[in-house]
């Protein structure tokens, strides 16, 4: 039930941050809901490959390449799925930080606890 839930935040949040961020398009509802599910993939699988790798740049630049890491998971997820475009990197990387911002107030909201 849990990670229905935070499907669901994260489909409200790929939602709202597309419309408020120009340079970001979703197609609808579906879209984000397929984005919602890619991004918790690579997430999950992608994600800590990267940071593993990247670690010495990550520790030399005190924490902040994540942020580059987050951005090409989005460029990732937008080639992977149809109906759901990213202008360019600099819209990846406000669009990942919007979307960070957006899922945990939404969480908070919903009283259900973030896993980080």
């Known amino acids: 039930m849990n990670f229905i839930l935070k499907l669901i935040i994260t489909t409200l949040a790929v939602l709202l941050v597309a419309y408020i961020l120009p340079g970001?398009?979703?197609?609808?509802?579906?879209?984000?809901?397929?984005v919602a599910c890619v991004l918790a993939f690579l997430n999950s699988i992608i994600k800590p490959l990267l940071v593993l790798f990247t670690l010495p740049l990550t520790i030399i630049t005190l924490g902040l390449f994540l942020l580059v890491i987050n951005a090409l998971i989005i460029l990732l997820t937008e080639k992977l799925v149809d109906g759901f475009s990213v202008k360019n990197f600099g819209v990846a990387l406000v669009f990942s930080i919007l979307l960070s911002i957006t899922t945990s107030i939404l969480e908070m909201l919903s009283g259900n606890k973030p896993n980080s």
């Open 24 to 34: 970001v398009h979703v197609q609808n509802i579906m879209t984000a809901l397929i």
